[in-house]
């Protein structure tokens, strides 16, 4: 692999990405980094033994690296971060690097960005790598990523290579944007599932069955689902849910929103029907407005669905 890693978006998903790699990679290894926020930068820089170096933009980190590593917000973060004239990634000498954007966007983005690579740098290659596993998994390095490219692809190796160190299950989806594909196709489901459980375990608590009884019942039953056993919806079923500790940490309903309506757009551009898009993106809206709600996990939809919590 090469030596000089570049990084960009030093959030709650970023920082732990990278620290796992600057902690995998040989001591060799400098990572080159930029958020648009000093804290983030510092937190890094802090902790390491000169290996890391800080940037003053994102096209600094493409000039001092070889491959460079994007994890922000939203689709507007990332055009800043690629296509802004003179500080963006794409203002960079790349010749042959490799970029890989981790963040979850639309795919309309994505594939912009890479156009705007291709034309501007003929030698780069941009791909789509998102990731699922939370915090948690970014912290123990078992997230899994998606990446956006064909079995084909001659940076394959490397590629799985690189993110193995951040991951534990890593996944090529086809061909370019098809990482974001399947990663808003893994959320609009995750998300109706939280729907789903949160409101049959709310009809059955209301009828005056234990939640444990049932929760074990759907455990053993068809009802089974990741969601159900670690993240489950209902305070105290899961001692290491989010719900069991006030609805904390996790996966904060607004991203959630967010990934919703990203699948719901994905759908209408292949025609795919969706009988239950609208009710959801309508729940994940009021649920990231709702004062009860905002800034929480999103498995808080079992409080936004009227859930008794006592
Ligand atoms: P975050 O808000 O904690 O971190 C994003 C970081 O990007 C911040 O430090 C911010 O300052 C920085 N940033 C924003 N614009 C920038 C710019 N133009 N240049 C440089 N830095 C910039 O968000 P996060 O939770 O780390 O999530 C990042 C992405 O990962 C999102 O797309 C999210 O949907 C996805 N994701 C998050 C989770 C999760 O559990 N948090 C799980 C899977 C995927």
Redesign the pocket.
């Known amino acids: 692999l090469p030596k000089r890693i570049g990084w ?8 732990p990405m990278a620290t796992n790699l600057l902690n995998k990679m040989d001591s060799e290894t400098q990572i080159f980094v ?4 000093q804290d ?1 930068i510092d937190k890094i820089v802090g902790a390491d033994q000169g290996r890391v170096k800080a940037c003053f933009s ?1 096209k600094e980190v493409a000039d001092q690296s070889d491959i460079i590593i ?5 689709g507007s ?1 990332v055009r ?2 690629y296509l ?1 004239p003179e500080t963006g990634v794409l203002a960079s000498d790349l010749q042959s690097k490799i970029l890989i954007d ?4 639309d795919t309309s983005t994505s594939l912009a960005v890479r156009d705007a690579c291709a034309q501007q740098h003929p030698n780069a290659h941009f791909y789509d790598a ?6 948690i ?2 912290e123990k390095a078992t ?1 899994t990523f998606m990446l956006g490219c064909a079995p084909t692809d001659p940076n394959l190796s490397l590629l799985k290579e690189l993110v193995g160190m951040m991951g534990s299950n890593v996944f090529e989806c086809g061909g370019a944007s098809l990482g974001l594909t399947a ?1 808003l196709c893994n959320n609009y489901c995750s998300a109706l599932i939280a729907i789903a459980t949160s409101e049959a375990m709310n009809i059955g608590m209301r009828s005056g069955i234990d939640p444990r009884v049932l929760a074990n019942i759907f455990h053993t039953s068809t009802a089974q689902s990741s969601i159900l056993d670690d993240w489950c919806p209902v305070p105290g079923l899961s001692p290491e849910a989010p719900a069991s500790k006030g609805y904390r940490g ?3 309903v607004q ?1 959630m929103r ?2 919703f309506g990203l699948a719901v757009d994905a759908a209408k551009r292949v025609d795919a029907k969706l009988a239950l898009g609208a009710e959801g993106l309508k729940i994940y809206e009021g649920a990231s407005e709702d004062p009860r709600c905002k800034g929480l996990d999103s498995r808080v939809v079992f409080r936004y669905l009227g859930g008794r919590e006592d």
């Open positions: 960009i978006g030093l959030g709650l998903m970023g920082l930029y958020d648009i926020v983030a994102s994007s994890m922000v917000p939203e973060h800043s971060v802004t981790c963040s979850t966007i998102p990731v699922s596993g939370g915090v998994g970014a997230l990663k996790g996966f904060r991203l967010k990934d």
